[in-house]
Nanobody, 123 residues
Framework: QVQLVESGGGLVQAGGSLRLSCAAS????????MGWFRQAPGKERELVAA????????NYKDSVKGRFTISRDNVKNTVWLQMNSLKPEDTAVYYC????????????????WGQGTQVTVSS
């Protein structure tokens, strides 16, 4: 089992950057695939970025490709989401999640969740 705590959200102007962090507890962090999801008001939750257990493979939602970067450090038990060139449509609550498998891009595989951090992008 793993517990997840996100940080780094906030208010930023369009075109700005934010870096979200997700600190994980538990000795088996390195065996989990990790993902960042977001949910905007009135919209369904969506997978934004995902990374495999070793950090060697990543996958992104089309609308964030080239702007967002997911990374992880299995020694520090942390996963990050670097968000550049932010747009107002990126405004959402961002969640870190873990899947008990080495690699997955399937949303239903993610079973452990953080509490979320708000990202607001002003125009």
């Amino acid at each position: 089992q793993v517990q997840l705590v996100e940080s780094g959200g906030g208010l930023v102007q369009a075109g700005g950057s934010l870096r979200l962090s997700c600190a994980a507890s538990g000795r088996t962090f390195s065996s989990y695939a990790m993902g960042w999801f977001r949910q905007a008001p009135g919209k369904e939750r969506e997978l934004v970025a995902a990374i495999n257990w070793t950090g060697t493979t990543t996958n992104y939602k089309d609308s964030v490709k080239g702007r967002f970067t997911i990374s992880r450090d299995n020694v520090k038990n942390t996963v990050w989401l670097q968000m550049n060139s932010l747009k107002p449509e990126d405004t959402a609550v961002y969640y870190c999640a873990a899947a008990p498998t080495k690699v997955t891009w399937a949303e239903n595989d993610y079973t452990y969740w953080g509490q979320g951090t708000q990202v607001t992008v002003s125009s």
